[in-house]
């Protein structure tokens, strides 16, 4: 049982006797901050949530998506994913859940039933939960898990979006300031300041904020540009330990297969080097709040099984790097419908069947941007716009965020923002005229025991986890 809240002590985060803990586990991802492809949906959380609403009314609204909150993390997965040695779960939310932009600063206590009740089982079982913000009022980045219905981070340009979250902080740090079991908060979730110089300060404000609350609780702070960038760093700040994500694209289906070769492996070892140069050079512990490859379906994949065992030697290379560097680590994802997840929905749940038909489309046309697949049809219709618009303005590519280029700007603006949300009342439309008991099924298609278990990502996963354990405790 923890008796006293974590610490950061130099370059280690250690408990109340100076003992070393290191975290080691995954985000609870899609859950309390929805991602279209954790669950299926196109477009973006709000959207799918409205066009739900309209489509089953509130009552049912509300019924079902109670249940699939209590169904999606339930005791048997807190239980399962203590077995594997794993001693974290990043927790992400919506603000959406704890405040409505038409009724600012007036606190939904009902948004925290499940929160709270996350938190407690994995308290039960010595589970330490790192709170993550992942959407904030404006949206911190132009991307989908801001749940932002645009291409635009409003959130840094807008003092208002920027003072409604740190009053929500403060609201939070009130309630879980003397839970030992809480690693801390994690306030903004890969943010993407243009100025750069903007997050930097801001944490320098919520930093205080909190700490007129809860003096006691670490920080988690992600770098900017996707936690990848610390270009308007220049000091750090008490108690807090600073997050990089790092994700490769040899773990997707557009990026380089991972054949093991001494230069792919260097290439991931100087990705990660770079990211946490920041840290080191500082002397701080060192958090990878993200990361993880994509895994290939041998439904839809003839050779899913050889694609899979590169992703997992790929997963291998980045783990052994991350014990070289003991650091703290949080893959992406613990749950979800089949392509990322520790564990996943079976391929004939309820769920999965409903919704197979509308998941082939999205990936036809190419509607999520994660694990998106080749497509003829789409890259036809996006090749030539996109060699137009690098022809006319050759500088166009180099706007931020500088690692998108102009189809990534342009898959994000266009085929994932507008076309994706012209969807979202056709995925509505498959529960209409559901009644309580069917849509209650097709909730409990995400209960661990109806899951299915990917096997060989856990196996690593639990392996590194054990070995730095008992490691720290020699």
């Not at 749940?349 to 046309?365: E, Y």
Request: glycine share 6%.
């Amino acid at each position: 049982m923890a008796s006293s809240i974590l610490k950061v002590d130099g370059e280690r985060v250690v408990d109340a006797n100076g003992k070393t803990v290191v975290l080691r586990g995954a985000g609870l991802g899609g859950w309390m901050n929805m991602e279209n492809f954790v669950t299926g949906f196109p477009a973006h959380e709000s959207q799918h949530r409205q066009a739900m609403l309209e489509v089953l009314g509130k009552e049912k609204y509300d019924f079902f998506f109670d249940k699939w909150l209590e169904y999606f993390f339930t005791e048997a997965d807190a239980e399962f994913f203590s077995g594997l040695g794993l001693n974290c779960l990043r927790v992400p939310f919506n603000y959406r859940h704890l405040e409505d932009d038409m009724n600012p600063r007036v606190l939904k206590e009902e948004g925290f039933k499940h929160l709270d009740r996350v938190v407690d089982l994995c308290g039960k079982y010595q589970i330490y939960t790192i709170l993550d913000l992942h959407t904030v009022p404006g949206g911190q980045n132009p991307d989908w898990h801001s749940d932002n219905p645009s291409n635009y981070a409003a959130f840094w340009d807008y003092k208002d979006h920027q003072d409604r979250t740190v009053w929500l902080w403060e609201k939070t740090a009130h309630r879980y300031k003397s839970n030992p079991w809480i690693a801390g908060y994690n306030p903004i979730n890969e943010p993407c300041d243009r100025e750069h110089s903007r997050l930097p300060a801001f944490y320098d404000r919520i930093e205080q904020a909190i700490r007129r609350i809860d003096p006691n609780h670490i920080l988690w702070l992600d770098g900017n540009t996707f936690a990848m960038e610390w270009k308007a760093f220049n000091h750090t700040l008490p108690n807090c330990v600073y997050a990089l994500h790092d994700y490769s694209t040899m773990g997707f289906p557009t990026g380089e297969r991972f054949k093991n070769t001494p230069e792919q492996c260097h290439q991931l070892e100087r990705q990660f080097k770079r990211k946490a140069e920041f840290m080191s050079t500082h002397q701080t512990p060192i958090y990878n709040g993200e990361f993880g490859p994509v895994y290939a379906s041998p439904h839809l994949e003839p050779d899913a099984d050889t694609i899979n065992s590169e992703r997992y030697n790929l997963l291998a290379e980045q783990l052994r790097i991350y014990d070289q560097h003991r650091i703290h680590w949080c893959i992406w994802l613990y749950k979800d419908i089949g392509l990322q997840g520790m564990i996943h929905t079976h391929v004939n749940s309820h769920w999965n069947k409903k919704i197979q038909t509308f998941l082939d489309k999205k990936r036809h046309l190419q509607l999520d941007a994660w694990g998106k697949h080749p497509s003829p049809e789409a890259e036809a219709a996006l090749n030539p716009l996109v060699k137009w618009i690098d022809d006319v303005s050759p500088s166009a590519k180099n706007q931020y965020p500088t690692p998108w280029m102009t189809e990534r700007q342009v898959l994000r603006a266009v085929m994932q923002t507008f076309l994706a949300n012209s969807f979202s009342r056709e995925f509505a439309e498959l529960f209409r005229g559901m009644e309580s008991e069917e849509l209650e099924e097709l909730a409990r298609s995400f209960l661990f025991e109806k899951c299915v278990q990917r096997e060989g990502l856990n196996r690593a996963l639990s392996g590194h986890a054990r070995a730095v354990a008992q490691t720290e405790s020699a």
